[in-house]
């Protein structure tokens, strides 16, 4: 049997049988992916697609995850801002989030401040998160903020910023309660905000470290 073939192998009799801790299976094939990428072998678009798919596996072990973890830590409304379709840092984000039990709802890209009100009002979410990786859309963090005030929702949510281009001095000019550089940075803030236990599940472990293997490849590209 290929290495790949034991990969997909052992990733089919684990969720078959509902292991989840054996979500370490894609670790692998991460780290091969990630030594390709060093090499010269493969390059950004690659690097997206292991992302994706990594994404979609998640789709299946989210069950299995939340059975390891019984009901969600707490409840987390995220989206890229308006203007903005860069998502790649926001599904990082949002897998190592599900992976450590936050039920998560995700608006997608180019999200305008009125979905974003609609999201809180709707979801009434410990956290909202807005993402932005230009200097350009950036300040719809404002917007939003603004937004979130003009409809009574502000002192209710807490509001966290991330992308690529956004610093803690950014943040706080723009009145948001916290800035995180980095999805597991944000994932611990969430935690600490809900008060969840610091200890994860073996399955919210590995895929932490799968996601941190993800994340560190594409900074360095
Ligand atoms: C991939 C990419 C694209 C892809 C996006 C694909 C996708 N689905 O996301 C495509 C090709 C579509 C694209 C388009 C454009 N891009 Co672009 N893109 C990039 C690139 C190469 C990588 C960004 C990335 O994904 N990084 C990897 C992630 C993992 O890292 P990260 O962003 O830091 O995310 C982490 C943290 O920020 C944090 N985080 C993220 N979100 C959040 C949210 C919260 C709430 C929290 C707490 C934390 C958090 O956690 C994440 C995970 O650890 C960057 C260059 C670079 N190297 O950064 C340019 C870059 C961001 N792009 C840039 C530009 C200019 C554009 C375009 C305008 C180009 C053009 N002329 O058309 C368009 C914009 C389109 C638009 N309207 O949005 C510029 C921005 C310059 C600036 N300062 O404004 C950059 C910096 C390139 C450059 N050097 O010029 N781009």
Do not use: C, W
Request: hydrophobic letters at 45%; proline letters at 5%; charged letters at 25%.
């Amino acid at each position: 049997m290929s290495r790949e073939e034991e990969i997909r192998a052992g990733l089919f009799e684990h969720t078959l049988y509902g292991h989840a801790p054996e979500v370490k299976a894609l670790i692998p094939s991460l780290e091969e992916v990630g030594r390709r990428f060093e090499k010269g072998d493969f390059f950004v678009p690659e690097m997206l697609i292991a992302a994706r798919a990594m994404q979609g596996a998640l789709v299946i072990l989210r069950p299995l995850i939340a059975e390891t973890g019984a009901k969600p830590v707490g409840r987390y409304v995220i989206g890229t801002v308006k203007g903005d379709i860069h998502d790649i840092g926001k599904n990082l984000v949002v897998i190592m989030l599900e992976g450590a039990g936050f039920e998560v709802f995700d608006l997608g890209v180019n999200t305008p401040p009125e979905k974003f009100v609609e999201a809180v009002q709707q979801h009434e979410p410990d956290v909202v998160g807005f993402s932005a990786f230009l200097t350009t859309t950036m300040p719809m963090f404002k917007a939003n903020i603004e937004a979130l005030t003009k409809a009574g929702l502000r002192d209710k949510v807490h509001v966290a910023v991330g992308g690529a281009p956004v610093t803690q001095e950014y943040a706080k000019h723009v009145g948001a309660d916290s800035y995180a550089p980095d999805a597991s940075f944000a994932t611990r803030m969430a935690k600490e905000l809900v008060g969840a236990r610091t200890g994860s599940s073996p399955g919210a472990a590995a895929l932490e470290q799968a996601v941190m293997k993800i994340d560190e490849t594409l900074r360095k590209g």
